[in-house]
């Protein structure tokens, strides 16, 4: 009679084993999958983290950046005027699907024949829609269909620190990456046009990578990058320090190179060798004379504050809003003269006839 006990004590000990086992299907779904199940005692863990790579980032952006080689016949008077060939090497940015791309300046200037080389080796001409030597840039169009485009944010606010990818073609090498981080922002003296938004990176930029795309870490464009501002002082050993345009402004320059072949710019004609940081403006130094400024009647000494009720902060930031005033628009300056405030209606001019 001790059997019946001890199958009693069996079966209830088995109901609870069943019990617990539907409870913990319930409460760990996981379990229901036996191919989840890992019985790794007796076996290391492998704690080791992967490594950084910017890999996805490069796979993103690099279809989109070509290779540009341009060729000028120039006549030889050495040689009897016979035709030598040069060729320039450059990089690009395919920027819209109907072939649009950006580049370097310097890098088709007087070409006579331009090719445009894709990631896959397809090789096309282009033609130049328009160029703007103030910011290196000149837009060139090719003619082919199902181009990769350069991934871009609109939202985008480049800050010092950031890890940037500069992609090009340095010495022809074929394409390459070089990486750094965004050592300033707001650059100014890399043209006569006292921008303040050029990029300083110290992501290295050689011959042939002029042209190309400095991207972010998700791949997204960040700018155009130059290697003709480090020329600037050729004597000059210069290590880490190199530029691009910023994405926003090389933007801008390209839609008006398409629409109008070139860029139109609002023309001042002042300069200043002193600030006034208790006013936050700037001090008019000289004036050229015929220039919008002289015509309104601004003088030596005054002191610039407000443009259109806008602070001032240096006479560079006056520059810029003028730059992007269209000709003929009447811009009101609030200065101080002899410690009286007055304001000027100044008339703007486009900024070719600085050079006329």
């Known amino acids: ?10 079966l209830r000990a088995t ?9 913990l299907l319930i409460l760990v779904p996981d379990l229901r999958d036996g191919n989840n199940l890992s019985f790794n005692i007796f076996t290391p863990v492998n704690d080791k983290s992967k490594p950084i790579s910017f890999s996805s980032a490069v796979a993103k952006a690099a279809p989109a950046v070509v290779n540009i080689y341009s060729e000028t016949i120039e006549n030889d008077r050495r040689y009897q005027n016979r035709s030598i060939q040069r060729v320039k090497l450059g990089s690009g940015v395919i920027m819209d699907s109907r072939g649009y791309i950006l580049t370097n300046y310097h890098v088709v200037r007087n070409a006579n024949i331009i090719t445009v080389v894709l990631q896959d080796s397809t090789e096309l001409s282009a033609e130049l829609i328009g160029s703007d030597e ?9 003619h082919a269909t199902n181009l990769p485009v350069i991934a871009v944010d609109d939202n985008l606010i480049p800050l010092v620190g950031d890890v940037v990818l500069a992609i090009g073609n340095p010495l022809n090498l074929g394409q390459t990456v070089t990486q750094g981080i965004i050592s300033a922002t707001g650059r100014t003296g890399l043209s006569n046009t006292s921008y303040r938004e050029f990029l300083q990176m110290d992501a290295a930029i050689n011959d042939g990578n ?20 480090t020329r600037l002082n050729p004597q000059t050993n210069i290590q880490g320090i190199f530029f691009a345009v910023p994405y926003k402004l090389a ?14 710019r609002g023309w001042l004609g002042v300069s200043s060798q002193q600030y006034n940081p208790q006013l936050k403006g ?21 002191v610039v504050v407000k443009i259109n009720e806008q602070d001032i902060i240096s006479i560079n930031h006056a520059l810029d809003i ?11 300056f609030s200065i101080y003269r002899q410690k009286n405030l007055m304001t000027v209606p100044v008339k703007i001019l486009e900024y070719k006839e600085a050079k006329n």
Do not use: C, W
């Open 1 to 10: 009679m001790k059997l019946i006990p001890a199958l009693t004590y069996i």
């Open 15 to 23: 109901s609870y084993g069943l019990l617990t086992a539907v409870v």
């Open 134 to 142: 103030l910011t290196d840039l000149a837009v060139l169009k090719v």
């Open 210 to 229: 002029s042209g190309g795309a400095l991207v972010n870490s998700n791949g997204d464009l960040v700018g155009i990058t130059s290697a003709q501002f």
């Open 251 to 264: 933007a801008k320059i390209m839609q008006e190179l398409i629409s109008n072949g070139r860029v139109v």
């Open 282 to 302: 700037f001090v008019i130094g000289s004036l050229t004379p015929n220039s919008p400024a002289h015509l309104a009647g601004l003088q030596k000494g005054d």
């Open 322 to 332: 003028v730059a992007e005033t269209d000709p003929g628009v009447i811009l009101n």
